[in-house]
């Protein structure tokens, strides 16, 4: 069962890659939940952040997000900013940028920064992450692993996210990457956890106990509960996993998902 304790506001989460120049689908998504109030860019996860904001600025600004206004953390130390801390003032939501997830972790992870971050969500603020802003919202994130090939047993490395979502671990850029046998590695460890990966141009929203799929792309959920064997634990370093019994779903725009059930929510038009 996923516990998502202390829930609060919408999470948007992207795997990356977002449509900036067309429909712009799912930044349309995350304007329409501010309900025309101000957007924080956090561009934490890059260590060069250049570039990122006028990117953003544009796409947003083309959909009436003119309250838009970039937070970014040197070190730690700027956490205890009282400028920094102003920008949070007020706002109806947080945007992570993607990069390095490690980086948005370890530079705000239990910071007066990413406390003011949690008080917005919990107060019904939107909160949204795409690439490394996306694995971060778990809290057991992926960091390192070999992508398009056969999960190689010692091969992953995982850390602490933010702890938004629970008993998750989430991947991004999936299909293109090839990730799948990497997140298939992540759940043999903890068959209790959801493995959530999601395309480029894809998102899930996650509102209570139940997301719904938005983009051009796919999410795929991997429900290691039921394995009946697999080798992770006796096998040694390097060898190929081997694992039975996993239950896979692949949404696609309009599906969803009960985190509580862990059963796919199927279209209107396909339940009709």
């Not at 956090?42 to 260590?47: L, R, Y």
């Not at 509960?225 to 060898?239: D, K, L, T, Y």
Request: proline letters at 3%; charged letters at 25%; a negative charge.
């Amino acid at each position: 069962m996923i516990d998502r304790v202390n829930a609060g506001g919408p999470l948007i989460i992207i795997g990356g890659h977002e449509d900036k120049e067309g429909d712009k689908a799912i930044l349309k998504t995350v304007a329409e939940r501010l309900k025309g109030g101000r957007l924080v860019l956090a561009t934490i996860a890059s260590h060069a952040p250049e570039g990122y904001f006028e990117t953003y600025q544009k796409a947003f600004g083309s959909l009436g997000v003119t309250d838009l206004v970039e937070l970014y953390i040197e070190d730690r130390a700027e956490t205890h900013d009282t400028k920094k801390l102003g920008l949070l003032d007020g706002a109806a939501g947080v945007f992570f940028s993607g990069g390095d997830q490690l980086r948005i972790s370890s530079q705000i992870g239990d910071t007066p920064i990413e406390g003011r971050i949690r008080e917005i969500w919990r107060s019904g603020g939107v909160l949204a992450g795409t690439s490394a802003g996306a694995s971060v919202m778990s809290d057991t994130m992926l960091v390192r692993g070999s992508s398009a090939e056969t999960h190689r047993i010692g091969d992953l490395q995982m850390a602490p996210g933010l702890g938004l979502v629970r008993d998750t671990i989430i991947d991004q850029h999936f299909a293109e990457r090839g990730r799948i046998g990497r997140l298939l590695g992540a759940v043999a460890q903890s068959p209790r956890v959801l493995g959530v990966g999601i395309d480029e141009d894809t998102a899930i929203v996650l509102e209570g106990d139940a997301f719904t799929v938005i983009g051009s792309g796919g999410v795929y959920v991997i429900d290691a509960q039921g394995v009946s064997a697999s080798n992770i634990a006796e096998a040694r370093a390097e060898r190929a996993l081997s694992i039975f019994d996993v239950r896979l779903h692949v949404l696609a725009h309009g599906d969803g998902l009960d985190l509580q059930t862990r059963r796919p929510i199927g279209q209107p038009e396909s339940l009709n």
